[in-house]
């Protein structure tokens, strides 16, 4: 499912970008998944339904957003790493500003705005209170703010996407399991084969 998300859009609000890097992870399988041990209170998200967002934070301050993708009772999920501003730059800064409480005046550029999945989560305002959201509609989440999807606008995933080993992981780091839009000025920092 991971390489099938690059291209597809995420939208909040007056926020759009197109998703050009992602990272998989598959539970029982896979030691560097949070489901890789069973259900939790916590991880209760990526076992389904699919179609869900599952946000976790991370070293105590930055927020993550995954879909989910496994069929319901199975932990799978793929990590949102880095998306292309399509519209709504202003508001993105806007986010991301208040999130960092950047003093600067210098604003962000745009190919930095969500450019690593804690910049995309500050980007489009994601954090615990979206875990579990609806992106692909059929269904509200008594939490939810402003609703955030993904869709599909008819731009087809890359026929050969970059692969590499994921990113900030210390078990299974080598599983070529992160995709990405190769060239696009967006895609995160990391390692390219």
Request: glycine share 10%.
């Amino acid at each position: 499912m991971a390489p099938r998300l690059l291209n597809k859009v995420l939208v909040r609000g007056s926020r759009v970008a197109r998703i050009v890097e992602v990272e998989a992870y598959e539970g029982a399988n896979d030691p560097s998944s949070h489901g890789h041990r069973g259900m939790t209170n916590r991880t209760r998200t990526m076992f389904g339904p699919p179609g869900r967002l599952y946000v976790y934070l991370t070293y105590g301050m930055y927020h993550c957003a995954n879909v989910v993708c496994g069929e319901d009772g199975v932990c799978s999920a793929v990590l949102l790493r880095a998306a292309a501003p399509l519209d709504g730059a202003g508001a993105m800064r806007r986010a991301r500003n208040a999130a960092s409480r950047r003093r600067s005046t210098e604003p962000f550029r745009v190919v930095d705005l969500c450019s690593g999945p804690a910049r995309l989560c500050q980007a489009f305002g994601l954090d615990r209170r979206d875990d579990g959201v609806d992106l692909v509609g059929s269904a509200t989440h008594p939490r939810q703010r402003l609703p955030i999807l993904i869709v599909d606008d008819g731009t087809p995933p890359p026929e050969s996407p970059g692969r590499s080993g994921r990113i900030g992981v210390t078990r299974a780091p080598n599983r070529l399991w992160r995709f990405y839009v190769a060239g696009d000025a967006n895609v995160s920092r990391g390692p390219r084969p």
